[in-house]
């Protein structure tokens, strides 16, 4: 089932800018930890951005200065600004989520199925 809805995603042009947004959908108590990692074409899932509870980001190098994430609570989502577009910035990006849901106790930790971001040279 899919718990996790991404939009944003597509081509841009480099040093163009584009905005992901990702929904936790289903019957939802509280998110923890949200983040957004990306994977290009034979490479490792990385972290890009983190994003706590309580508002605390942390960035990859590689875009600080370039990206932010932040999250609206009240609509269970979070989101990744993209600016200064590079061609290297070109992978599948999923977000991720640690989504507690009403009558657990516990967070099920959650990926969305990822959204293609293509940065054109």
């Given at each position: 089932?899919?718990?996790?809805?991404?939009s944003g995603g597509g081509l841009v042009q480099a040093g163009g800018?584009?905005?992901l947004s990702c929904a936790a959908s289903g019957s939802i108590f509280s998110i923890g930890f949200m983040g957004w990692y990306r994977q290009g074409p034979g490479t490792q899932r990385e972290?890009?951005?983190?994003i706590t509870n309580g508002g605390t980001t942390n960035y990859a190098d590689f875009v600080k200065?370039?990206?932010t994430i932040s999250?609206?609570?009240?609509?269970?989502?979070v989101y990744l600004q993209?600016?200064?577009?590079?061609?290297?910035?070109?992978?599948?990006y999923y977000c991720n989520?640690?989504?507690?849901?009403?009558g657990r106790t516990y967070f099920t930790t959650t990926w969305g199925q990822?959204?293609?971001v293509t940065v054109s040279s």
């Open positions: 089932q899919v718990q996790l809805v991404e800018s584009l905005r972290l890009v951005a983190t200065g370039r990206f999250r609206d609570n009240a609509k269970n989502a993209m600016n200064s577009l590079k061609s290297e910035d070109t992978a599948v989520a640690n989504v507690r849901y009403i990822g959204t293609q």
